[in-house]
């Protein structure tokens, strides 16, 4: 896992993905032979997030989830001004989530 956050005087709302991307990619975060990494994205300037899944985490947690991760707990923190907790929290439920499918280096059941 690795959280950047991205000043909006050096970036636009359409580019925090791409930088997003980039310094997963740039960062090497997570194991390369499997592809693990995830890194958020937080422009609050631009009032963006973006959670890059690599796509090893893709096949354990889907875009969906990760999507309904950044709606619940993500956005409501966020708006509250609270940005340490909603990224917190954030990065305890995916871990809490990946734990419980990626044990042992098995894949268990998303259910």
């Known amino acids: 896992f690795a959280v950047v956050t991205l000043d909006s005087t050096v970036t636009s709302a359409d580019s925090v993905d791409l930088w997003t991307r980039h310094f997963a990619r740039e960062w090497g975060v997570g194991q390369k032979d499997k592809n693990n990494g995830v ?3 937080i422009s609050s300037g631009r009032r963006r997030i973006r959670i890059e899944n690599g796509i090893g985490i893709e096949k354990i947690f889907s875009n969906e989830e990760t999507k309904q991760l950044i709606d619940s707990i ?3 923190r966020f708006r509250g001004g609270e940005y340490f907790k909603g990224t917190y929290d954030v990065l305890v ?3 809490r989530v990946l734990e ?3 044990q042992d280096g098995e894949v268990k059941s998303k259910n």
Do not use: D, F, L
């Open 93 to 95: 439920a995916m871990m």
């Open 100 to 102: 419980k499918r990626y």
């Open 39 to 41: 890194v958020i994205g």
């Open 74 to 76: 993500i956005k409501p």
